[in-house]
């Protein structure tokens, strides 16, 4: 680098003024997932990013499960990297290869997989049965994962006091 860069402190509320990615604490906390690269976990965050994203566009299979399209190249755009950290990096999410926190389906020719990002801090039925067998306890009763309070949304408008901001607006300093 050629040196640092003169910077100036935040002040007031200048420090809500960006979105952020958010990287679930169970990624770097959970034993499960300590064997994952900061990398892994920075590609997940964004796959949870995206996902969002796919919600808001109804990517949903037959099965009602989301889904999205997220190419290597796009990979290697948002990490910074070469080809093949992008393939290692997505290789350690996959089912097949790694962890298991990605699925990848192939579309055809010339069309991108569909990605889908599965629920990291839940286990199939099968898995979680073993688990309290083998340890007596349920994995997902770590104080880290909060169940869900979700409501049906009802005829909400913008002037909805009920409505929360999912990002943070600009500043007017």
Request: with cysteine; glycine share 6%.
């Amino acid at each position: 680098m050629k040196g640092s860069l003169k910077l100036d402190y935040y002040y007031g509320m200048e420090t809500e003024q960006f979105s952020f990615y958010r990287i679930p604490r169970l990624l770097m906390k959970d034993e499960r997932f300590k064997e994952l690269s900061s990398d892994a976990k920075l590609l997940y965050g964004l796959m949870l990013d995206r996902l969002a994203l796919s919600m808001k566009n109804g990517w949903f299979d037959e099965a009602k499960r989301a889904y999205i399209h997220y190419t290597l190249e796009d990979i290697m755009e948002d990490l910074g990297c070469a080809k093949e950290k992008g393939i290692k990096v997505l290789a350690e999410l996959d089912c097949k290869k790694g962890i298991g926190l990605i699925e990848k389906k192939r579309q055809g020719l010339g069309r991108p997989d569909l990605i889908y990002v599965k629920n990291f801090a839940t286990l199939d039925a099968k898995a979680l049965a073993e688990r309290k067998e083998k340890t007596g306890t349920i994995p997902d009763d770590s104080p880290e994962v909060r169940k869900s309070n979700f409501q049906k949304s009802g005829n909400r408008t913008s002037r909805s006091r009920k409505i929360e901001l999912q990002e943070v607006r600009k500043s007017n300093f």
